[in-house]
T-cell receptor
């Protein structure tokens, strides 16, 4: 059981380049999330999808877009990368939005130069 | 607005001693609280949660947490620390005002010295 799988694990982009971070879960979870983790700031929610077919902005959505491709997959796109987007990105999933715990991928370390 | 605070950036404990990692919260309504652990270069792993019931919650790897409503705290504890417990620990609270999203503390780095 793979859980939550993120690709790629590492990426270096030049300012202005675009890329898509992929995330897939095999636990039949309804809710999926994208977070960024920066030193001393914990996790900040970028976007989430409470259920298939819906997406909503989180705390820090500017500069990002998302697609809930199907129940399994939730991608995060940077249209024009900026150095401020250098961070570690985590995808997570939960059975639902209520009481259940989140399961995390291993993260993508993104550097924008 | 809901919030969670982890007042210590780092906690140092000698192996074999008890450990406590602190978390306080502010919520409207009933608190739903979580603890996660992050090992280096890994994603977060769920340790335990408090939804309702007994104030002492037991979780993975011998960890437990005590919910204290009057002090609005949910401290993580372990009776005897292991070197392998060294990691980053995050407390989170469910935000019922924002579609039940999890609000995260900044994290506490736990260092267990042999």
């Amino acid at each position: 059981n793979a859980g939550v799988t993120q690709t790629p694990k590492f990426q270096v982009l030049k300012t202005g380049q675009s890329m898509t971070l992929q995330c897939a879960q095999d636990m039949n979870h309804n809710s999926m999330y994208w977070y960024r983790q920066d030193p001393g700031m914990g996790l900040r929610l970028i976007y989430y999808s409470a259920s298939e077919g819906t997406t909503d902005k989180g705390e820090v959505p500017n500069g990002y877009n998302v697609s809930r491709l199907n129940k399994r997959e939730f991608s995060l796109r940077l249209e024009s990368a900026a150095p401020s987007q250098t961070s570690v990105y985590f995808c997570a999933s939960r059975q639902d939005i209520m009481n259940t715990e989140a399961f995390f991928g291993q993260g993508t370390r993104l550097t924008v130069v | 607005a809901q919030s969670v605070a982890q007042p210590e950036d780092q906690v140092n404990v000698a192996e074999g001693n008890p450990l406590t990692v602190k978390c306080t919260y502010s919520v409207s309504g009933n608190p739903y609280l979580f603890w996660y652990v992050q090992y280096p270069n890994r994603g977060l792993q769920f340790l335990l949660k408090y939804i309702t019931g007994d104030n002492l919650v037991k979780g993975s790897y011998g960890f437990e947490a005590e919910f204290n409503k009057s002090q609005t705290s949910f401290h993580l504890k372990k009776p005897s620390a292991l070197v392998s417990d060294s990691a980053l620990y995050f407390c989170a609270v469910r935000d019922q005002d924002s579609n039940y999203q999890l609000i995260w503390g900044a994290g506490t780095k736990l260092i267990i010295k042999p």
